[in-house]
């Protein structure tokens, strides 16, 4: 069982526009959702996190939407660039623990 | 670069045969993972461990075993490998001190079993 949704499994953006990833669970014991950008042949590297008491981080070009009513979350990408093309994956980790729980990853493509 | 080795980077062996994948870190954390990446599924936890000897399953834990005698080295063995264990398989750390601690991937070990 997924925990954590994540959508959509690829996107193509224009150079200089918004990319929007969404993710979605249903554990309310979540507490920290964390975004890692991964490039090919790599690991995984934390991007941006946020907790459930605010409702927007941003840093540079990237910002983390939250809405805890709806149990969902997104990251936004300001001005695309080639340089972003990765793959992202949304994750959760519940109070108390140390683990994550990712969704399935979006190949995102920034095109020139 | 997070300190952490993950030995070997690549390696094919055949259906049957046992496996070991070693992570190696210099940071002095904690807590240690491991997880497979397998398209459609994202990351996954297989095991992970909160101290020297202590261990606990994860989610897709089946068919793998770990030991941690020391707090650097974080050892994965596949008993007995099968197709299904094909995968890329991420070893991470993490200084463990409440949920939102970052953790830390090292660069994979692309397992392909023949």
């Known amino acids: 069982q997924q925990q954590v949704k994540q959508s959509p499994q690829s996107l193509i953006v224009q150079k200089g526009g918004i990319s929007i990833i969404n993710c979605a669970y249903e554990?309310?014991?979540?507490?920290?959702f964390p975004w890692y950008q991964q490039f090919p042949g790599k690991g995984p590297a934390l991007l941006i996190a946020i907790r459930p008491d605010v409702s927007e981080k941003k840093e540079g070009r990237f910002t983390i939407s939250f809405n805890k009513s709806a149990k969902q979350f997104s990251l936004h990408i300001m001005d695309s660039q080639p340089g972003d093309s990765a793959t992202y994956f949304c994750?959760?980790?519940?109070?108390?623990?140390?683990?994550?729980?990712f969704g399935q990853g979006t190949r995102l493509t920034i095109n020139p | 670069d997070a300190g952490i080795t993950q030995s070997p980077r690549h390696k094919v062996t055949e259906t049957g045969t046992p496996v070991t994948l070693r992570c190696h870190q210099t940071?002095?954390?904690?807590?240690m993972y491991w997880y497979r990446q397998d398209p459609g599924h994202g990351l996954r936890l297989i095991h992970y461990?909160?101290?020297?000897?202590?261990?606990d399953k994860g989610e897709v834990s089946d068919g793998y075993s770990v030991s941690r005698s020391k707090t650097e080295d974080f050892l994965l063995t596949l008993e007995s490998a099968t197709s299904s264990q094909t995968s890329v398989y991420f070893c991470?750390?993490?200084?463990?001190?409440?949920?939102?601690?970052?953790?830390?991937f090292g660069e994979g070990s692309w397992l392909t079993v023949v």
């Open positions: 994750a959760a980790s519940m109070r108390g623990a140390q683990k994550l729980v």
């Open positions: 991470a750390i993490s200084e463990g001190q409440g949920s939102g601690n970052t953790i830390y």
């Open positions: 461990s909160y101290g020297v000897k202590d261990t």
């Open positions: 554990n309310t014991a979540f507490d920290y």
């Open positions: 940071e002095n954390h904690r807590y």
